[in-house]
């Protein structure tokens, strides 16, 4: 794929939506960080469901501790794989506690440090709170960035690597959210809907003809 394609495509996901943000519920880069790790093999409308119940009682790394794991389980137990994810959200917010001053890191080596806190989590977090170029790469993007030959590659770091190197410049920073809402919503992984979609004539995915 050329540069004036990538930037014809990302001119009309832009158009579409001009101000693309995460679907998580989140008032703080702390709430953002705890809904990012609550979230993985979860669906954000699951964790906004947990995080409504829990965030009026607990927002602070505090607070949180303050619930121990068995209290914060109560909270988040309707999500996937909450048992691990309760474990590490309290040693997450033990260790803000003592090595940030209860602040959320805004750079990556200290934000992988996290219990539960991946590459992608970390990209999200530097991206969406702190507003850094960063592309965190989930099944959505990396079905997308293949499908459509927008930066194509055969692991999420490769394709992460490829986006921060060919995504023009000036749509880098809300990139990431474009390529997932196109995911989740448009270019679906069983059935996109190729003849709905806007970036349809300038994708090179194959098959497209099978989805019309």
């Keep these: 794929m050329n540069k004036q394609?990538?930037?014809?495509?990302?001119?009309?996901?832009?158009?579409?939506n001009p101000e693309p943000t995460t679907e998580l519920n989140y008032n703080s880069p702390f709430e953002l960080l705890i809904a990012v790790i609550l979230s993985a093999q979860a669906t954000d409308v699951g964790v906004n469901k947990a995080t409504a119940r829990l965030f009026p009682v607990a927002n602070t790394p505090e607070a949180i501790l303050a619930l121990g794991v068995d209290g914060l389980k109560e909270y988040i137990k309707t999500i996937g794989l909450f048992n691990s994810k309760a474990?590490?959200?309290?040693?997450?917010?033990?260790?803000l506690i003592e090595k940030h001053?209860?602040?959320?890191?805004?750079?990556?080596?200290?934000?992988?440090?996290?219990?539960g806190v991946g590459r992608k989590t970390a990209n999200v977090v530097l991206n969406t709170?702190?507003?850094q170029p960063a592309m965190a790469v989930d099944t959505h993007i990396f079905r997308v960035s293949n499908r459509t030959g927008i930066a194509p590659g055969k692991n999420v770091?490769?394709?992460?690597?490829?986006l921060m190197r060919l995504v023009p410049k000036e749509f880098l920073m809300d990139a990431h959210h474009w390529l997932?809402?196109?995911?989740?919503?448009?270019?679906?992984?069983r059935k996109p809907k190729?003849?709905?979609?806007?970036?349809?004539?300038?994708?090179?995915?194959?098959?497209?003809?099978?989805?019309?």
């Excluded at 209860?102 to 992988?112: A, H, K, Q």
């Excluded at 004539?201 to 098959?207: A, M, S, V």
């Design 157 to 162: 770091l490769e394709v992460e690597k490829r």
């Design 87 to 95: 474990e590490n959200v309290i040693k997450t917010c033990r260790q």
């Design 129 to 131: 709170a702190f507003r």
């Design 101 to 115: 001053g209860g602040e959320v890191p805004d750079n990556r080596e200290d934000l992988e440090a996290l219990p």
């Design 5 to 16: 394609k990538r930037i014809e495509i990302f001119s009309r996901l832009r158009d579409a």
């Design 194 to 212: 190729c003849g709905a979609c806007i970036i349809e004539d300038l994708c090179e995915f194959k098959q497209k003809r099978d989805y019309q």
């Design 180 to 189: 997932i809402l196109h995911g989740r919503y448009t270019c679906t992984a």
